[in-house]
């Protein structure tokens, strides 16, 4: 029986796959053999991600929608049903995600930490409150009166505030209602004490009458409005890429209005009057019985006080070679290496920047820039680069969602320094991650390149799991040479002979390689580790390689619009998504007869990565390299303790455990990396390969 491979019950939908995928991060908040802090940083981390899910997935389908468009993804789900799914989604989890605040809440009273409403405070918490509401809040938020002469402010997004209810105390039959906004330099919570915090809104709603003079509070409401944050940017309609930019980011504040957030208390008069003014369709309305804004609970989880109620911290460790003094350059020249963040440490990557911007004998820094942070070591190392002289060419990625201001930054303090700063690539978002450094060596010219899987950002490498791969081969070096001419210049093959260019190239290599793997049938083997999986094409493929018997592992963290299990179709593919400690980031693919075996990549395998912007997939041929990425994805494979496995109908279990060894790959890699630093103190080489193998002895 032949199958129809485009029929839409074989697909996920996008959007609903995600919001499985943050079911599975509030699962973490759940599990009560969490630390308790541990458990509430999940909880903002649900509650940032929900955030960005309305102001780009549901402003997007919204806009969709609004434009008549019927068909948006291969599941044939229109943009009205997605709408209509995620909001029934939405409000049904709101109970489970109330109720575990309760527990977590009412759980770390009993460690001394106290989430407290001010009529909950006891008479000298109350004076503190006070104090610091008329020295640290008073003088800042911005009381607005709203009525025929005074309009109805613009809101920016993600506007939080309270709305207030007022009577006229010398005409007590005239009512009136105002705003108060609560600016984000001022912390969500109000410390009373080491441990005791106050929502802001509350202290706010104490002083109302201190606020508004004249006028008796009737009732009090916080509320918080998240607009489109999606900025469109049209390239050809301006020379000046940062000009349109910057213009973007303004407008990003003004928005259409997607989802309003109220307290318990808003009732129908409160509700009808903010919203005739902002306009939000009611299913896009949720009323909270606990805290808005969910992110600001991470004022609480960074508490010092309490530290020993979060995991244990792990600190990177700088292993052999490149624990050494010996210069950087010449441990490539003699060996390729792998790092794997943020088991092993970011800082060799700092210090070959930093070195290189010292080196006399270095010519030239060619790096793309995608996400780097605020306060940033190699950009400054860059900008000293270019005051020393060399040729420093960098590729700043204007386009990488939130982190625009950043980068808008950063390649204007660059260009002041002297370096040749790229500002994108029409019609194409620059997502791949490498570095080029061009050193004269005895008279010669010789490279050296960092490719990886993560941005170059020092803070983010301690949480997000990433590949970092360090090479002098001339195969690789030369390629990024011409990736860098590319992005620089005019080219209208941009080939390149041994790395893979998307958007020309990547695509079509992993289907060549599935393909490979399907000609072998049940002799073949995929194991693929990615963020995402949402391409039709792929998905198809990955599909006949699995009718053909090839077993398939992936490793999906998110969105996956593949269903495994299906008989006929996908019945030899397993699907897990880990969330644990780390933040699972890094691509790796393996496929099992092709030589190479392993590759890297800045893509997933979604239609934005593969079509629509420039990324890299790297094949490693380095035995030793290639061993260990493999060792890495079939130890992520069993893992039992952090796994979710994604069944027909798109939902996730728990993989359950049975009688096997608990695995948890975050905890067995840590302790594998510790090992192999402390074995690296006092045994020699072989020893610490056996170490190795001892502990990866299954994988």
């Known amino acids: 029986m032949v199958v129809n491979l485009k029929d839409p019950s074989l697909y996920n939908n996008r959007e609903l796959s ?15 053999s969490l630390p308790l802090l541990e458990r509430l940083k999940f909880l903002a981390i649900y509650g940032t991600n929900l955030d960005e899910f309305y102001m780009i997935r549901v402003a997007g389908l919204k806009k969709l929608f609004s434009a008549g468009v019927i068909v948006s ?6 943009p009205l049903q997605q709408l209509m799914d995620i909001r029934q989604y939405l409000h049904q989890e709101q109970q489970v995600l109330e109720l575990c605040m309760s527990d977590i809440f009412k759980s770390l009273e009993q460690e001394g930490v106290f989430v407290k409403k001010y009529k909950e405070l006891n008479s000298n918490e109350k004076k503190t409150a006070t104090k610091k509401f008329f020295e640290g809040i008073y003088p800042i938020i911005i009381p607005i009166a709203v009525d025929a002469t005074h309009p ?14 007022l009577l006229d105390k010398d005409d007590t039959t005239v009512e009136r209602f105002g705003i108060v906004r609560v600016p984000r330099v001022l912390s969500r919570f109000v410390q009373i004490s080491e441990g005791t915090y106050v929502p802001v809104e509350d202290v706010v709603a104490e002083h109302i009458e201190d606020i508004f003079p004249g006028y008796q ?3 009090s409401v916080p509320f918080r409005i998240t607009r489109n944050a999606d900025i469109a940017i049209e390239e050809e309609e301006a020379d000046d890429f940062l000009e349109i930019l910057e213009e973007g980011l303004k407008l990003r504040k003004k928005g259409e209005i997607v989802r309003l ?7 129908n008069e409160i509700i009808d009057f903010f919203n005739s003014h902002i306009n939000v369709f009611k299913n896009d309305i949720y009323t909270f019985h606990t805290i808005l804004n969910l992110s600001s609970l991470w004022q609480i989880v960074g508490n010092k006080d309490f530290a020993h109620l979060l995991n244990e911290p792990f600190n990177p460790k700088l292993l052999a070679p490149l624990s050494s003094n010996e ?16 088991y092993e440490s970011f800082e060799p990557i700092v210090r070959m920047i930093q070195t290189a911007a010292k080196d006399p004998d270095v010519v030239t820094i060619k790096m793309t820039l995608y996400r780097a942070g605020p306060q940033s070591p190699i950009v400054h190392a860059l900008t000293s680069a270019a005051e020393a002289g060399k040729q420093v060419t960098v590729m700043v990625e204007l386009k990488a969602r939130f982190d625009e201001e950043n980068n808008l930054i950063w390649a204007k303090a660059l260009e002041k320094a002297g370096a040749h700063v790229i500002y994108g690539i029409f019609g194409f978002k620059v997502h791949a991650k490498a570095t080029l450094i061009t050193r004269r060596t005895n008279g010669k010219l010789k490279q050296y390149a960092h490719i990886g899987t993560g941005n170059y950002n020092p803070s983010s490498a301690k949480i997000y799991t990433d590949i970092s791969y360090l090479t002098s081969k001339d195969e690789i070096t030369s390629d990024l040479t011409r990736f860098f001419h590319f992005l620089t210049g005019f080219s209208k093959k941009g080939k390149l002979e041994t790395l893979y260019m998307a958007p020309a190239q990547i695509k079509p290599k992993l289907l060549s390689l599935i393909n490979n793997e399907t000609r072998k049938g049940s002799e073949g083997e ?8 949402v391409d039709d094409d792929v998905i198809r493929a990955l599909y006949k390689a699995s009718q053909a018997g090839v077993k398939i592992e992936l490793i999906i963290r998110g969105v996956c619009c593949l269903k495994p299990g299906i008989e006929g179709v996908s019945e030899n593919i397993r699907v897990t998504s880990i969330i644990g400690k780390y933040l699972e980031h890094a691509r790796i693919f393996y496929f099992k007869s092709t030589a190479p075996h392993l590759f890297i990549s800045s893509a997933d395998w979604m239609p934005r990565n593969l079509v629509r912007r420039i990324e890299l997939l790297t ?32 939902s996730y279990h728990r993989v359950k455990i049975n009688d096997q060894e608990k695995i948890n790959n975050h905890k067995m890699i840590e302790e594998y990396i510790a090992n192999l630093y402390k074995a690296h103190k006092k045994e020699s080489p072989n020893s610490v390969q056996q170490l190795a193998q001892r502990l990866f002895k299954d994988s």
Do not use: Y
């Open 73 to 78: 993804g291969a599941d044939r789900l229109t």
């Open 217 to 219: 509070l009737i009732k």
């Open 526 to 533: 995929i194991i693929a580790k990615m963020n995402s999986l």
């Open 619 to 650: 094949g490693i041929a380095d035995e030793e390299c290639a061993a260990r990425l493999l060792r890495i994805l079939r130890l992520q494979c069993k893992d039992n303790m952090l796994s979710h496995e994604l069944q027909m109908d798109g």
């Open 18 to 32: 995600w919001l499985q995928f943050n079911t599975r991060v509030l699962k973490q908040a759940q599990d009560d």
């Open 261 to 267: 957030e109220v307290g318990s208390d808003a009732d």
């Open 152 to 165: 109805f402010p613009h809101l920016n997004n993600l506007s939080f505030g309270t709305i207030v209810k």
């Open 327 to 342: 210069n950087i350059f010449s441990i490539l020249e003699a060996q390729d290496v792998l790092l794997f963040h943020p």
